[in-house]
């Protein structure tokens, strides 16, 4: 916490205060994360996966938060933040990039992740899930089975949702890029879009275009169809698990209301049939087991 | 340059004022009550309920024959009566017909062992039979919604003696097509998994499946709209109304989602007379009865194709096929189709009110032959026809349908 400045007041100073904390926090994070080397013309030029392209938002946000940190301007921003000075010298973070959604070098941001995601599944299948299939052994070998079971459809389970959210995010990440991309050569021709409402809704309308594209496609429905059954078999698989454990507690588990549920089930319809054929006989007093008002 | 492009003083005062004005109107009360026309429930089976709704005050009842709504199970029969000025149940009242609706409820544990057929054969056929006898009347006029159609479309083939007249409203009947992607996903849904693990198909599961049919549009473009009319307190009441009905989702039964997955969505049994219900088969052909079957242009759920073959299929002669330029859902909210959707189908009925059919006594109702209207309907549906542009008799190629949100 600085010390008390005159013109301002207790809340300012607070605020003044975290916003400091916050850039110290953010430039010891830049310095750490920096690479020692200078960066090299790919690594400036290719944002992925490169640690450069976190040193251009936390630059913007320094001289962001510098300017808003002088007396006047955190004043006006508790009031009226339209009277803030020197705002158009308050660079806009350039977060795309950091978040590395620049089309920038080779490949594309999906291969990068579905590349992380099948590596992880490739370690798990060689490594941990012989692990977990080996035989059990013992008074215990059913329940050490089903937790075996249940750890390796969670995997499973894992690497099939993340697929699909990945795939679900190509859209959105490629509907950004292009984006990106007009603006900047928008920027570069001194022809900004004086209507971003409007530019907002061509945007949206891409994507919708983009998602009808990719929700109707064979990969899409593939592991659609693939996260469900996963999603399935996991699910199944920890019901197994808690059911033993219910079991112990002495608490009815699902299995065994629904075998009540059945047996209620066939013995309504049973009763409902028997209902209607007596209704349905001459000479009946009529016969009804729901509620009529 | 992007500075530039987003530089914060160009925010007007406008735009200033327009977040102080959202945030009064989010901090006010907001009126956003749903399903406010006054009703009795008259009858409980299970976990459902039969609606009567109140006839609307200064309005004298014109109908004879009263009419049972069905909605789908997905979602809630409490759309059609959003709020007042945009509610189908009210425009019913308002013209002179009597309304019965039933609530299907919220399918518990329990209910997951229901089939198709407990509820076409069971619930339905028993609230038909409620209603009949309170009106001392042979049969009933009959409107389905989505599902809700498909299930009196069963219902009417197998009980044609008790329905007068069927209403169907964006039901789909044929599966067969690849223009909704409801119907190209169903193709690779593994059903027995499904509900073998969870029993009943959890709400959120179908909300969140409904959400990615446009996730542009109705995860990110709803948001926008909100947000550029929240200074709107009309606006906001009415958005967190649909928001309100389009999120009380009740699970939908195991059993009668297998079936609905397997035999209609995968195997497209309805339309190919195939649909064994209880061991009786579907026969469309047994469908005699008036038939005015209404779906939308632009739904991106049941597109025109899954709904346009039913009248070319059915048994009656008085079939009429109306499509209209909205979306699933707009049919039936949109201040637009007010003025369509819901007065159509009241003079449809009207039209053939008729004298309504008692009952004969000590003559059993099941399996009783209706006779089929044929030269009369023929001058009324071209009367009807020169009233909506575009309903037509013969089914005809539809464009893709677009989306139009939910």
């Not at chain 1, 809340?11 to 430039?27: C, L, P, Q, T």
Request: with cysteine; proline share 6%; net charge positive.
């Amino acid at each position: 916490m600085t010390s008390a400045s005159p013109e301002k007041t207790g809340f300012e100073e607070i605020f003044s205060g975290w916003v400091k904390a916050s850039n110290h926090m953010m430039d010891a994070v830049s310095r750490t994360w920096t690479p020692q080397s200078p960066p090299t013309v790919d690594d400036t030029k290719n944002a992925r996966g490169s640690l450069w392209s976190w040193v251009s938002p936390f630059d913007s946000w320094e001289k962001m938060s510098t300017v808003m940190n002088t007396a006047t301007n955190l004043g006006a921003l508790f009031t009226n933040p339209l009277q803030m000075k020197d705002l158009p010298q308050m660079p806009f973070p350039v977060w795309p990039e950091a978040m590395n959604l620049s089309p920038r070098g080779e490949g594309t941001e999906t291969d990068y992740n579905k590349e992380i995601i099948d590596a992880v599944m490739g370690i798990y299948h060689r490594e941990l899930s012989k692990v977990l299939n080996i035989p059990k052994l013992g008074i215990t070998r059913t329940y050490q089975e089903k937790l075996a079971r249940a750890m390796d459809k969670f995997q499973c389970f894992q690497k099939y949702i993340s697929e699909f959210i990945n795939i679900l995010n190509i859209p959105l990440k490629q509907s950004f890029e292009t984006a990106q991309e007009n603006l900047s050569e928008m920027a570069k021709n001194g022809c900004q879009p004086q209507d971003l409402k409007k530019y907002h809704s061509r945007w949206l309308k891409k994507l919708e275009t983009k998602y009808h594209a990719l929700l109707n496609s064979p990969e899409y429905i593939r592991i659609m169809g693939k996260t469900l059954d996963a999603m399935a078999d996991f699910t199944k698989a920890r019901q197994d698990v808690l059911q033993d454990v219910m079991k112990f507690a002495g608490v009815p588990v699902e299995r065994d209301m629904d075998e009540l549920y059945k047996d209620l089930y066939l013995l309504k319809k049973r009763l409902k049939a028997v209902e209607k054929q007596l209704n349905a006989s001459a000479n009946h007093v009529p016969v009804r087991s729901s509620r009529k008002k | 340059m992007l500075n530039e492009a987003f530089n914060p003083t160009m925010l007007s005062e406008k735009a200033f004022l327009h977040i102080k004005k959202a945030s009064e109107v989010l901090l006010s009360p907001l009126d956003t009550d749903i399903a406010t026309t006054p009703y009795d429930v008259v009858y409980e089976e299970d976990r459902i309920k039969l609606k009567h709704y109140r006839p609307a005050a200064g309005t004298a009842q014109k109908a004879k024959t009263p009419l049972l709504v069905v909605y789908a199970l997905v979602n809630r029969e409490t759309m059609l009566d959003l709020q007042p000025g945009r509610s189908v149940l009210e425009t019913f009242l308002n013209h002179g017909l009597e309304v019965y609706m039933i609530d299907w409820g919220y399918p518990t544990r329990k209910d997951r062992y229901l089939t198709i057929d407990d509820h076409v054969n069971g619930y339905l056929d028993n609230v038909v039979d409620v209603i009949r006898e309170r009106h001392a009347l042979a049969s009933l006029n009959l409107m389905g919604i989505c599902m809700g159609g498909t299930f009196c479309t069963m219902y009417a083939a197998l009980h044609p003696e008790k329905v007068k007249n069927l209403v169907t409203t964006v039901s789909p009947t044929n599966f067969d097509t690849d223009r909704g992607l409801l119907h190209h996903w169903a193709q690779y849904i593994d059903a027995d998994k499904i509900v073998d693990t969870f029993g009943n198909i959890p709400a959120d599961i179908l909300n969140f499946g409904f959400l990615l049919l446009n996730p542009a549009k109705l995860i990110i473009g709803k948001y926008d709209c909100l947000m550029e009319n929240m200074a709107s307190k009309p606006f906001v009441e009415n958005f967190i109304r649909m928001e309100k009905w389009i999120f009380d989702s009740p699970d939908v039964p195991g059993e009668t989602f297998r079936q609905f997955m397997k035999e209609c969505y995968q195997e497209n049994r309805l339309i190919k007379n195939e649909m064994m219900l209880d061991g009786q088969r579907v026969d469309l052909r047994k469908l005699t009865m008036p038939l005015l079957n209404i779906y939308a242009k632009h739904d991106h759920l049941v597109p025109p194709s899954a709904c346009n073959r039913l009248s070319g299929k059915v048994g009656s002669t008085d079939t009429e096929d109306v499509c209209l330029d909205t979306g699933h859902i707009g049919i039936y909210v949109s201040a637009k189709s007010q003025n369509e959707f819901a007065p159509k189908i009241a003079d449809w009925l009207m039209t053939r009110e008729g004298a309504p059919k008692k009952p004969t006594p000590g003559k059993k109702t099941s399996g009783a032959k209706r006779s089929v209207r044929k030269a009369g309907a023929a001058a009324e549906n071209k009367e009807s026809k020169a009233a909506m542009p575009s309903s037509r008799k013969t089914p005809k190629k539809h464009p893709a349908s677009r989306s139009a949100g939910r």
